[in-house]
């Protein structure tokens, strides 16, 4: 027997003084966790410089991507049958206990496994978070709320690389992982008083067969994307073992689900056009916009000379942008309960976007860099709010934990994919560039006092090709987001009811 969520049975007014707490936790919890992805992001060019490794730094993000992707169906699962606030307080505990570990790494190997316990626990807050939302409200009361957290969303991942910054220049990079823990200790707080603890009716069955399939699948296909054809021929034995082993999970992972009796990702969800149509597409555009993220500091600092601080105020314009959207979006909706054009649109937007950043060089300008950037964050926003709004309003109650979980979770796979597979076009593309120009160096420590040292026709000719090793990046993403828009067009609206 499913639990019933630790929400009221009939969703509170808006005035409501126990709801107001509830949603207040919500967005304190969000913010933690999406803080977590990118508090790193202006980091990385120098922790790179510490602890070497250049060709490994988009497992820093990866690592974190992908324990996210596994751990947001499993909490979503975990938070339907035994209830929201458990299983959120249990996720900040796990996410604390990475943060600790990230603090205090000797060494990469170190950082990338604490940032994989770490994102393991923000997973599960992002998704339990807005299921929260889902039973408390009804549909398009919903849609505002969760075009707001898309909001906190967005001014989460602004904080994140300007205090990321700040603590580079000021504390040094093990500070960074410290930050978030005054805020984690809040949002526990808030939980136990905003939510009342439910204990299930009777002892639900865990899927743990379904949900370790689920982790294989998805690591080795991130593992596949990140080493094939660079780390390791196609043709390698162990590729090819690698490959296998993938395809043996996935499928052993839909025979279980098909027969379990709480599937931790039921297959059902995507017989409904809005689940996989929304999980299609949000895998496409989370290939973009983390691909974005981890690379533009890396243009600005390396290529243009910023600070940290400076190249993580320069993501600034694309917050602006992703918030901007997001909140006018759940509006739109809460006002209209419609919903289908603004992905359609906003992903038109992302392609040019992306085409446009393709073109970025040595001697590109800042203005045309932050208009490009804000073009990227109003073609991501309608994707936070609409996203969920869609699914929620097409899955049964029962499943509003899980469903939701789908969303981020494809999303998510898309920034692991997009984080390894650009990492390895980028990591491709500068060995290639600068072959015989830093006679000695290592290319996985260059930084811009590096380059900074080499004699001026050196220093030229290294920006330029650190700068081409970055343009197939972009152009992929460009190419990748037009296939969303093609997506989109595919959703079939329901419009969203009043009660």
């Known amino acids: 027997m499913t639990a019933t969520p630790d929400a009221m049975e009939h969703p509170a007014s808006p005035g409501d003084a126990r709801l107001r707490m509830a949603i207040w936790a919500v967005a304190v919890t969000l913010f933690v966790a999406s803080t977590g992805q990118t508090i790193v992001s202006t980091a990385l060019p120098v922790i790179t410089a510490d602890l070497g490794g250049l060709d490994r730094m988009s497992w820093v993000v990866t690592a974190y991507l992908l324990a996210s992707t596994v751990g947001a169906p499993v909490f979503g699962k975990l938070g339907d049958l035994f209830g929201r606030k458990a299983v959120l307080q249990g996720g900040l505990g796990v996410f604390t206990l990475g943060a600790l570990i990230c603090g205090v790494a000797p060494s990469m190997e170190v950082l990338i496994a604490g940032r994989a316990v770490q994102g393991l626990g923000g997973g599960g807050l992002i998704v339990v978070s807005m299921a929260v939302v889902a039973d408390l409200l009804p549909p398009r009361e919903r849609s505002r709320v969760q075009g707001a957290l898309g909001g906190v969303f967005g001014l989460s991942t602004v904080i994140g690389p300007l205090v990321g910054g700040f603590l580079v220049q000021s504390l040094g990079w093990h500070w960074i992982f410290f930050a978030n823990l005054?805020?984690?200790?809040?949002?526990?707080?808030v939980l136990q008083?905003?939510?009342e603890r439910h204990t299930p009716d009777a002892r639900p069955r865990i899927d743990v067969a379904g949900a370790a399939l689920l982790a294989a699948s998805l690591s080795g296909l991130v593992l596949v994307s990140s080493l094939g054809g660079t780390a390791l021929d196609w043709s390698a034995p162990v590729m090819l073992a690698l490959i296998g082993a993938t395809l043996v999970a996935l499928a052993g992972f839909l025979v279980v689900e098909s027969r379990a009796e709480e599937p931790v990702l039921p297959l059902s969800l995507f017989r409904l056009n809005a689940v996989w149509v929304v999980n299609a597409s949000g895998l496409l555009v989370g290939m973009a916009m983390f691909g974005t993220i981890t690379f533009l500091p890396l243009y600005l600092q390396v290529v243009q000379g910023l600070s940290p601080v400076l190249s993580g105020m320069l993501l600034l314009p694309m917050m602006a942008g992703l918030i901007g959207a997001s909140v006018v979006s759940g509006r739109v909706m809460g006002r209209t309960g419609r919903y289908k054009l603004m992905p359609v649109l906003s992903t038109a937007l992302l392609a040019f976007a992306m085409l446009g950043l393709s073109r970025l060089g040595a001697d590109t300008?800042?203005?045309?860099?932050?208009?490009?950037?804000?073009?990227?964050?109003?073609?991501?926003?309608?994707?936070?709010?609409?996203?969920?709004?869609?699914?929620?309003?097409?899955?049964?109650?029962?499943?509003?934990?899980?469903?939701?979980?789908?969303?981020?979770?494809?999303?998510?796979?898309?920034?692991?994919?997009?984080?390894?597979?650009?990492g390895a076009v980028f990591g491709a593309g500068l060995a290639h560039n600068l072959a015989g120009r830093i006679e000695g160096a290592d290319l996985g420590a260059i930084s811009r006092e590096t380059v900074m040292a080499l004699d001026p026709a050196t220093r030229e000719s290294v920006l330029s090709g650190f700068a081409a090793a970055l343009g197939p990046i972009f152009l992929l993403a460009a190419g990748i987001a037009a296939l969303a828009f093609a997506v989109t067009l595919l959703l079939r609206e329901v419009p969203l009811g009043e009660g």
């Open 182 to 189: 005054p805020v984690v200790a809040l949002a526990w707080v």
């Open 193 to 195: 008083s905003a939510l």
């Open 365 to 422: 300008p800042l203005w045309l860099v932050v208009a490009l950037m804000t073009a990227t964050g109003l073609g991501i926003g309608p994707m936070m709010s609409v996203g969920v709004a869609a699914i929620q309003n097409a899955v049964p109650r029962a499943m509003l934990g899980v469903g939701t979980a789908s969303a981020n979770m494809f999303r998510l796979i898309g920034g692991s994919l997009g984080t390894s597979i650009f």
